[in-house]
């Protein structure tokens, strides 16, 4: 196998297995702080009946409750997966949970010193109570952060490269009553010059390694979009573990 054919080869993705639910009866999927439809289309596609809520409106026509999750969370759902801001829970920005002084210039809407531990005590405070909220069957997805060592590790990491997406962003999912999501399909990395060789980078990624930074107001919203190959993947495989239950 040479490694143009070995390339082609990866560069599969597998296509989503539809999950049938037996019985007939639909599955009801809450996808929380989720903008996107992403998830959502790829469950109700899998023929479950599935919502997304978020505080924004949904950018794609779909069944959607903008508002807070706590006004919907309590209706009876077989599972949730929840997508909740991580501004406060990645590792970046370190200097700013200090109180200063500090060395960086401080944008106009940062918050730091006291008010950014609050925020990040909020932000640890919301993941807790989606977790505990009762629902049977829950996904916490969130970039690696602060998440892990105040509350536990995550049971998976993932990237968008093992479903198939030509992207590298290592995310965890802490799981309960569900299976680790399984790759689906390797999408290749690039080879980019590194010092003296080479190093392995996705479409996503500066040769250097760099996110590339999408341009425009919309930037936030294009890196926090879910990963297609993730929503398939999590359709097919927990809406058929639902169905198998
Ligand atoms: C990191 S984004 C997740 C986006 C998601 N991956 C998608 O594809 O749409 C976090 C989202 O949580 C939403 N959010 C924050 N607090 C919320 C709340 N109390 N109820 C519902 N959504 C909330 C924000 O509006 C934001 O869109």
Redesign the pocket.
């Known amino acids: 196998m040479n490694e143009e054919s070995g390339a082609n080869e990866m560069n599969v993705r597998v296509d989503p297995i539809v999950s049938v639910n037996l019985n007939g009866d639909k599955m009801k999927i809450l996808v ?8 959502r289309d790829a469950f109700i596609a899998a023929g479950h009946d599935a919502l ?5 409106p949904t ?1 794609q026509p779909g069944p959607h409750y903008q ?4 006004d919907v969370i309590g209706d009876g759902w077989d599972l949730m997966i929840a ?4 501004t406060y829970l990645t590792c970046s920005a370190e200097w700013a949970y200090g109180d200063g002084p500090y060395h960086q210039k401080v944008k106009p809407g940062t918050l730091v010193g006291a008010e950014r531990r609050e925020a990040r005590e909020q932000a640890i405070d ?1 993941v807790m109570r989606l977790y505990n909220s009762g629902i049977p069957r829950v996904a916490i ?1 969130n970039p690696v952060g602060v998440l892990s060592s105040r509350w536990r590790d995550p049971d998976q990491f993932i990237q968008p490269y093992e479903y198939g997406d030509d992207a590298s962003k290592k995310t965890c999912l802490w799981l309960r009553g569900l299976p680790k999501l399984q790759p689906t399909g390797l999408h290749p990395p690039r080879l980019a010059p590194s010092g003296k060789g080479y190093a392995l980078r996705w479409g996503n990624q500066t040769d250097s390694g760099q996110n590339k930074e999408s341009p425009g107001e919309d930037r936030w919203k294009v890196r ?3 990963w297609q190959g993730w929503a398939d993947a999590m359709a097919s495989q927990w809406g058929a573990a639902l169905a198998a239950a």
């Open positions: 929380a702080c989720e903008y996107s439809g992403r998830v997304s809520c978020d505080l924004l950018d508002g807070d999750i706590y997508h909740p801001p991580c919301f997805e926090s979009t879910t």
